[in-house]
């Protein structure tokens, strides 16, 4: 009967996930059940290892598995997409976080520094229309879709087996991750007034003099030519390693 077929399956799928919590279909030898757990298991665990190697090194054996065994028996992801595992993993971290389930306390933004790098090499997300060459103070600079200005409470580069804090430090870690021209993925820590800079160009509404007299504002400068003089040279720089790929006319 298909409704029985259907239990079954069901009741297959729930031991496999979560064996302590759900009991074994009847009539399937247990040594044969196990060969599935481990398999099954085994490549989560292995998928996971590899998107995450910092973490799976800054964990212990017994933290790294209860910690997969508890995504693997609980997350219930939104894509059936192996590249996407890493993402739901990330979630299920944010999700404990919000929980307090006692994880340390930087190891949902660890994970997502350590998925960033993967996302962006597969990011097929169009170029947008564009002039490569238009002019960076009197157009609206158009920032690549493979470029992300991100921040981070906890100073994620530096965690690992050796450095494991206690405490987040005062300042915000900010970082710019891109994917240049040949595919290769950068990470390059910026400073406050570059993070807010890319800040006002992603909402894609002002020109670059006007981004930058916005930043000289914000940033107590009464006399704003100078800034937008080596503003402007920043901008080309970006332009040069693909961050900025050109401009769009100023409504």
Same mark, same amino acid.
């Given at each position: ?8 399956? =069901?009741?297959? *799928?729930?031991? +496999? ?11 399937? !030898? ?9 398999? =099954? ?6 998928? +996971? ?34 590249? !996407?595992? @890493?993402?739901? =993993?990330?979630? =299920? ?13 930087? +190891? ?31 157009? #609206?600079? #158009? ?27 005062? *300042? ?11 595919? !290769? ?19 894609? *509404? ?6 930058? !007299?916005? +930043? ?29 790929? @050109? ?5």
């Amino acid at each position: 009967m298909p409704e029985t077929l259907r239990r079954q399956q =069901f009741a297959f *799928a729930a031991h +496999l996930r979560d064996p302590s919590a759900h009991p074994a279909p009847p009539g399937i !030898e247990d040594r044969r059940l196990a060969i599935y757990r481990d398999l =099954f298991f085994n490549n989560i665990e292995g998928l +996971l290892a590899g998107n995450f190697p910092v973490i799976r090194k800054t964990l212990d054996d017994d933290a790294w598995r209860t910690l997969v065994r508890a995504f693997y028996a609980r997350h219930r992801s939104r894509t059936p997409l192996f590249a !996407e595992i @890493g993402r739901e =993993f990330i979630r =299920f971290l944010e999700t404990r976080a919000e929980q307090d389930a006692g994880d340390p306390p930087w +190891l949902s933004e660890l994970a997502h520094y350590e998925w960033v790098e993967l996302a962006l090499q597969i990011s097929d997300e169009p170029r947008p229309d564009c002039d490569a060459d238009g002019d960076l103070l009197d157009g #609206v600079p #158009v920032p690549s879709p493979q470029a992300w200005a991100l921040a981070y409470r906890w100073p994620v580069p530096r965690i690992g087996p050796d450095y494991r804090p206690d405490a987040p430090p005062d *300042a915000p870690t900010l970082l710019l991750v891109r994917r240049d021209p040949l595919g !290769e993925v950068r990470f390059a820590e910026i400073s406050p007034l570059v993070y807010r800079l890319l800040q006002i160009l992603d909402a894609g *509404a002002a020109t670059g003099r006007q981004a930058l !007299e916005t +930043l000289a504002a914000e940033a107590g400068i009464a006399d704003p030519s100078g800034f937008v003089e080596q503003g402007a040279a920043m901008l080309q720089r970006m332009r040069e390693e693909g961050t900025i790929l @050109g401009t769009r006319p100023s409504p």
